[in-house]
């Protein structure tokens, strides 16, 4: 029974792990006979405990809290994509020189459109150079703020903490 135990145990990591087979250790049988000097200590299974579940419905070491978790991310990874598609397709516009000049960005900070008006082209190319590059900054400011209050949204509704200022992105 210990044998068939070990040796599904490795078979179950030979599925999870193709290339590190060669890392799985298989017991001979020869030493699973011979009694041992040692005390034994209880057997201790890949996905949990040994003994019945605490939540009623007998063993499974934890194969149940597994597949609910690997539900669970499933059901972040569709939540995760739907958020990266609303971010690409929201539109944050910011104005600059009294309305010479407006730039559009996506909510992915992807630049989508800038507009001059004739009156801020006749002041030069050096207000035009300016009212852009003022416009831009706001419109990017404004997307990362808006981006940044979906994602937190998102973290909350999962039940996880906000990553600090500068951790991992979209």
Same mark, same amino acid.
């Given at each position: 029974?210990?044998?068939?135990? $070990?040796?599904?145990?490795? *078979?179950?990591?030979?599925?999870?792990?193709?290339?590190?087979?060669?890392?799985?250790?298989?017991?001979?049988?020869?030493?699973?006979?011979?009694?041992?000097?040692?005390?034994?200590? *209880?057997?201790?299974? $890949?996905?949990?405990?040994?003994?019945?579940?605490?939540?009623?419905?007998?063993?499974?070491?934890?194969?149940?809290?597994?597949?609910?978790?690997?539900?669970?991310?499933?059901?972040?990874?569709?939540?995760?994509?739907?958020?990266?598609?609303?971010?690409?397709?929201?539109?944050?516009?910011?104005?600059?020189?009294?309305?010479?000049?407006?730039?559009?960005?996506?909510?992915?900070?992807?630049?989508?459109?800038?507009?001059?008006?004739?009156?801020?082209?006749?002041?030069?190319?050096?207000?035009?150079?300016?009212?852009?590059?003022?416009?831009?900054?706001?419109?990017?400011?404004?997307?990362?703020?808006?981006?940044?209050?979906?994602?937190?949204? $998102?973290?909350?509704?999962?039940? $996880?903490?906000?990553?600090?200022?500068?951790?991992?992105?979209?």
């Amino acid at each position: 029974s210990d044998a068939w135990g $070990l040796q599904m145990i490795s *078979a179950i990591c030979s599925l999870l792990l193709p290339a590190s087979q060669s890392f799985v250790a298989v017991p001979r049988p020869d030493v699973l006979s011979a009694p041992s000097p040692r005390a034994v200590a *209880a057997p201790r299974m $890949l996905f949990g405990g040994g003994g019945a579940s605490k939540e009623g419905g007998g063993g499974g070491g934890g194969m149940g809290n597994m597949m609910e978790t690997i539900k669970k991310a499933q059901e972040v990874g569709v939540k995760v994509k739907a958020l990266q598609e609303e971010l690409v397709n929201t539109e944050i516009e910011a104005t600059a020189a009294d309305g010479g000049v407006t730039v559009v960005i996506s909510g992915a900070q992807v630049p989508m459109d800038v507009k001059v008006s004739e009156d801020l082209c006749s002041k030069g190319a050096e207000a035009v150079s300016d009212a852009i590059s003022l416009a831009m900054r706001e419109a990017h400011k404004n997307s990362m703020e808006y981006s940044k209050q979906k994602l937190g949204a $998102l973290y909350a509704e999962i039940g $996880l903490p906000m990553p600090p200022e500068g951790g991992p992105g979209m």
